[in-house]
């Protein structure tokens, strides 16, 4: 057990709909990290919060927003959902804002569009 | 081109065997290199670090970094059923301004 915590663990939704996925940390870990995984493009980053702030942005597309809390746990808003949306999600957590030391992944949940 | 070339796989071989599992780079900036397993229905879990080139061992994990070809490779001794599952490289500068570059994942399969 990783420590980090992600819901809901499936989610089966339709096109042009919008859904929350949620995430708490590991305890004492300030930063928080979503990453989409998909079979034809392995494991993107889409963005990293550290202590409540935006730290650093990746492929994350517009219909897709995130924020951290003041207690650390972290949401990932994803609208307007689309076929291709459907995938893994991944919530991991570290210590800092350095990518340089152990991630720490929750199991992910998994995104079914129809 | 991208900056993490790993081979899907699958890759099957036998119990006890030795296995090989590579990726290749384009960024020579990079520094920082992982091995993250990811067992069915799973998030990723870190396996082996290393900084710069040379080798590192751990029990049977031996992670090499060749930077003057810009290849890293993770070696699995004595194979077991249990190591079956993903493993994803990843990679990074050491500017902490930069975030992990994955590789795609191979999957391996251990046969008993």
């Known amino acids: 057990d990783s420590g980090v915590t992600q819901t809901p663990k499936h989610l089966i939704t339709a096109t042009g709909q919008r859904v929350t996925l949620r995430c708490s940390p590991r305890?004492?870990?300030?930063?928080v990290y979503w990453y989409q995984q998909s079979l034809d493009q392995g494991l993107q980053f889409l963005i990293q919060?550290?202590?409540?702030?935006?730290?650093a942005k990746g492929n994350i597309l517009e219909r897709f927003s995130a924020q951290q809390f003041p207690d650390l746990h972290s949401e990932l808003n994803l609208s307007s959902l689309e076929l291709g949306d459907s995938a893994l999600y991944f919530c991991?957590?570290?210590?800092?804002?350095?990518?340089?030391?152990?991630?720490?992944f929750g199991e992910g949940s998994r995104l079914t569009v129809l | 081109q991208k900056e993490v070339e790993q081979d899907p796989g699958p890759l099957s071989v036998p119990e006890g065997a030795i296995v090989s599992l590579n990726c290749t780079y384009s960024?020579?900036?990079?520094?920082?290199f992982m091995w993250y397993r990811q067992y069915s229905r799973k998030g990723p879990e870190l396996l082996m670090y290393?900084?710069s080139s040379g080798n590192k061992e751990d029990g049977r994990f031996t992670a090499q970094v060749d930077k003057s070809s810009k290849y890293i490779s993770l070696f699995i001794r004595d194979s077991q059923p249990s190591d079956s599952a993903t493993y994803l490289c990843?990679?990074?500068?050491?500017?902490?301004?930069?975030?992990?570059?994955w590789g795609a994942g191979t999957k391996l399969i251990i046969k008993p």
């Open positions: 991991a957590s570290s210590l800092d804002y350095r990518v340089t030391g152990e991630l720490f």
């Open positions: 305890s004492g870990d300030l930063s």
């Open positions: 919060y550290y202590n409540g702030e935006e730290r």
């Open positions: 960024n020579s900036a990079f520094q920082y």
């Open positions: 290393t900084y």
């Open positions: 990843a990679m990074t500068p050491m500017d902490s301004n930069y975030q992990l570059i």
